[in-house]
């Protein structure tokens, strides 16, 4: 499996992204997938995860009813649409797909990803 990130830019607070994963792989459509950001001088953080049907969803607490994951299966994409932008977004998005078991338990941890895409910068300015 392999993903790239794109969709990332330069806004301002308040603003609204889309973020896309493109994903290669017959992995894809049995796989959850969970994005991820790092801002600067920071560790990589959870921010949404969704399982492989796309019926279920988690978020962080800091982008819980801003952000939503999203999936389409047939085209092998993910979205995170990232509204109400803030400074503090600021960070490289990455997507992940999870290739173990137990998604629903461990959605959040980052050791449970593989296949990392190579990330996309979100800039938020107040």
């Known amino acids: 499996v392999q993903l790239q990130a794109s969709g990332g830019g330069l806004v301002q607070a308040g603003a609204s992204l889309r973020l896309s994963c493109a994903v290669s792989?017959?992995?894809?459509?049995?796989?959850?997938m969970g994005w991820f950001r790092q801002a600067p001088g920071k560790g990589r953080t959870f921010v949404a995860a969704?399982?492989?049907?796309?019926?279920?969803?988690y978020y962080g607490d800091s982008v819980k009813g801003r952000f939503t994951v999203s999936r389409d299966n047939a085209q092998n994409l993910v979205y995170l649409q990232m509204n109400s932008l803030r400074p503090e977004d600021t960070a490289v998005y990455f997507c992940?797909?999870?290739?173990?078991?137990?998604?629903?338990?461990?959605?959040?941890?980052?050791?449970?990803?593989?296949?990392w895409g190579q990330g996309t910068l979100v800039t938020v300015s107040s």
């Open positions: 969704i399982n492989w049907r796309g019926d279920r969803t």
């Open positions: 992940a797909a999870y290739l173990q078991s137990l998604f629903n338990y461990y959605y959040y941890e980052e050791n449970k990803y593989a296949n």
């Open positions: 792989g017959r992995a894809f459509t049995s796989s959850g």
